[in-house]
């Protein structure tokens, strides 16, 4: 039973990976509005990096809050992201830049579950409807939103 429950998550992980993968991609195609190209394959690599190095962050809050968000609302937190992480790549923002930006984050989610369900537990359900808000919340701030 546990071999099973490690291999459905490791699949589970590695469609995450391909997901943000092509999330990237897919922003740096409209951005540039070209295919992406070879060279832009390190580039890519290194923006999902920093959009899983975020998801950690994100997490971690989540975690802190008792909080439990539906993988759609997950999805659109990482869409939140994704372009920052691609600007910060291109400018290639330094580890203090990016520590200001984690520290955004914090903010964001703290945004997020305010703007969300509490149960009488404590524990918190994140809603979708919460993103919205907690994004106007934190913007314009560098690398997410202008």
């Not at 971690?60 to 910060?88: C, I, K, N, W």
Request: charged share 30%.
């Amino acid at each position: 039973m546990r071999e099973g429950a490690t291999r459905r998550r490791r699949v589970g992980q590695a469609r995450m990976r391909r997901g943000a993968v092509v999330l990237v991609s897919a922003i740096l195609a409209l951005w540039t509005d070209r295919p992406v190209v070879a060279q832009d394959v390190e580039e890519i690599r290194a923006a999902t990096r920093l959009v899983w190095r975020w998801r950690g962050v994100m997490n971690q809050a989540l975690e802190d809050y008792r909080a439990y968000a539906e993988e759609a609302v997950t999805d659109r937190m990482e869409e939140f992201v994704s372009p920052g992480a691609l600007r910060a790549t291109r400018d290639k923002a330094t580890e203090e830049q990016l520590k200001r930006a984690d520290g955004v984050l914090l903010r964001f989610v703290d945004a997020i579950v305010k703007g969300s369900d509490r149960r009488p537990d404590g524990s918190v359900i994140v809603v979708a409807e919460a993103i919205e808000p907690a994004q106007k919340s934190i913007c314009p701030i560098y690398p997410f939103c202008e």
